[in-house]
């Protein structure tokens, strides 16, 4: 697989709450992209899916770039053993710094926040501000209300049907890995959108 020196931007929850198998999931993702030499780009979380993804890559021998605003370590929310930490003013900055090198982006599941920056690049993506792969990572059909939704968005023509091409669905950490790998051709053309 070529996926060495690629940064991928990962979205997720940093609730601590939730059910174990999305912690299994976020550590089996953390652990491939040591594996297979992936530079895992998030906001720099201790806790829920973020610090268990963190930990499992550090753990496997692989890089870390938290990126994190201030207000988020002045609570202590940061991780403290990452391998690049980049601290942004505000949250705005924050999400357009983790874009701003990445091959591309996997939405773990998570809540308000994770559905806000998932929505988000999917926009930019429609916009051409980002032209790489968005990979919607269902672990137990949790972004399936979502996947829906999007549909019928299509179907009552609120987007276009090419707009479906926008975003990718794995339903394991292996499938995510290996739709990075797939890809040989990270640009997009979004000529066919006129």
């Given at each position: 697989?070529?996926?060495?020196n690629?940064?991928v931007v990962?979205?997720?929850?940093?609730?601590?709450e939730?059910?174990?198998?999305?912690?299994d999931a976020?550590?089996?993702?953390?652990a491939?992209?040591?594996?297979?030499?992936?530079t895992c780009?998030?906001?720099a979380?201790k806790?829920?899916?973020?610090?268990?993804l963190?930990?499992?890559?550090?753990?496997?021998?692989?890089r870390?770039k938290?990126?994190?605003?201030q207000f988020?370590?002045d609570?202590?929310?940061g991780?403290a053993?990452l391998?690049?930490?980049i601290?942004?003013?505000?949250i705005h900055?924050?999400?357009?710094?983790m874009?701003?090198?990445?091959?591309?982006v996997i939405?773990?599941p998570?809540?308000?926040?994770?559905?806000?920056e998932?929505a988000e690049?999917i926009?930019?993506?429609q916009?051409g501000?980002?032209q790489?792969?968005v990979?919607v990572?269902?672990i137990?059909n949790?972004y399936?209300?979502?996947?829906s939704?999007?549909?019928?968005m299509?179907?009552?023509k609120?987007?276009?049907e090419v707009?479906r091409?926008l975003w990718?669905?794995a339903s394991?950490p292996?499938e995510a890995?290996?739709?990075?790998?797939?890809?040989?051709?990270?640009?997009?053309?979004?000529t066919k959108?006129d």
């Open positions: 697989m070529e996926n060495r690629r940064e990962v979205y997720c929850a940093s609730s601590a939730i059910d174990p198998l999305y912690f976020a550590s089996k993702l953390g491939l992209f040591a594996e297979n030499g992936i780009i998030n906001g979380g806790q829920g899916l973020m610090g268990a963190n930990d499992a890559v550090l753990k496997n021998g692989g870390v938290g990126i994190i605003p988020m370590v609570a202590g929310w991780h053993h391998t690049e930490t601290i942004t003013e505000t900055e924050r999400k357009a710094a874009v701003k090198s990445a091959d591309a939405a773990l998570g809540g308000v926040g994770t559905l806000e998932l690049i926009t930019w993506r916009l501000l980002y790489k792969p990979i990572l269902n137990n949790y399936q209300p979502l996947l939704f999007l549909e019928k299509i179907s009552e609120f987007m276009k707009y091409e990718q669905v394991t292996q890995v290996a739709l990075i790998g797939a890809i040989p051709d990270w640009s997009y053309d979004y959108y």
